[in-house]
């Protein structure tokens, strides 16, 4: 059965502080994305990467960087958390690499429920 | 104007009926579509893809409209178990990320 797993379900941090948000994978996936979800507002793509040491902007990257040092993993950080960064934050991955097959199904994790306060 | 829209219901619908609902996508260039499902406190999971055709699976019917740029879901014989976001997601030609609606709540009551 395929399988995405990340760090912490629920994470309470303060202003200011760095964040880390770990993500893996265990498909052999090569792409992997990172989003955030809002009420109302829909999955917003926040970085991406569709290989190792690569990454690639979404929507929304200010106030993010990631980490694909291995295949299997994906980190998003928080440089210097802020309140509206409070959010649910949501790992993917899937086939297909930097064919950039994206009609390939996107697998989630359960997803990180950040408060920031 | 967004560029994926849904109505975010919720819909509240008895059991064994049929529900219909639709999504709108500004960018006429689009090219591949889906639906996802995400049920409540989860992640979203694959329901299917929308094919030029229409495609079925099960209770399940998907279609495109091109002309007027929207996609549809219809459930059949609603169970219990279809409560649940629909998520409507589109990738455009020109932009190779996919962009998802906000969903469409559907309640099925008994």
């Known amino acids: 059965d395929v399988k995405v797993t990340q760090s912490s379900r629920y994470l309470v941090k303060r202003t200011g502080e760095k964040v880390f948000l770990e993500c893996v994978q265990d498909?052999?996936?090569?792409?992997m994305f990172w989003y955030r979800q809002d009420p109302g507002l829909g999955l917003r793509l926040i970085y991406f990467?569709?290989?190792?040491?690569?990454?690639e902007k979404g929507d929304i990257p200010e106030g993010y960087s990631v980490s694909r040092e291995k295949k299997e993993r994906f980190s998003l950080i928080l440089e210097s958390a802020s309140t509206n960064q409070t959010s649910m934050y949501l790992c993917?991955?899937?086939?297909?690499?930097?064919?950039?097959?994206?009609?390939?199904?996107?697998?989630f994790g359960p997803g990180t429920r950040l408060t920031v306060l | 104007r967004k560029e994926v829209e849904q109505d975010p219901g919720p819909f509240n619908v008895p059991e064994g009926a049929t529900v219909a609902f639709n999504c709108t996508y500004s960018n006429s260039a689009s090219q591949s579509f889906f639906w996802y499902r995400q049920d409540c406190r989860k992640e979203p999971k694959l329901l299917m893809s929308?094919?030029?055709?229409?495609n079925e699976d099960g209770r399940f019917t998907a279609q495109l409209n091109r002309a007027s740029q929207y996609i549809s879901l219809l459930i059949r014989d609603s169970k219990l178990s279809d409560s649940a976001t629909y998520l409507c997601?589109?990738?455009?030609?020109?932009?190779?990320?996919?962009?998802w609606g906000a969903g469409t709540k559907l309640i099925i009551k008994p």
């Open positions: 929308v094919y030029s055709s229409g």
């Open positions: 993917a991955s899937s086939s297909g690499g930097a064919s950039f097959r994206v009609d390939n199904e996107q697998f």
């Open positions: 498909m052999d996936h090569e792409n």
């Open positions: 997601v589109v990738r455009s030609d020109s932009n190779y990320q996919l962009i």
């Open positions: 990467s569709y290989d190792v040491k690569m990454k």
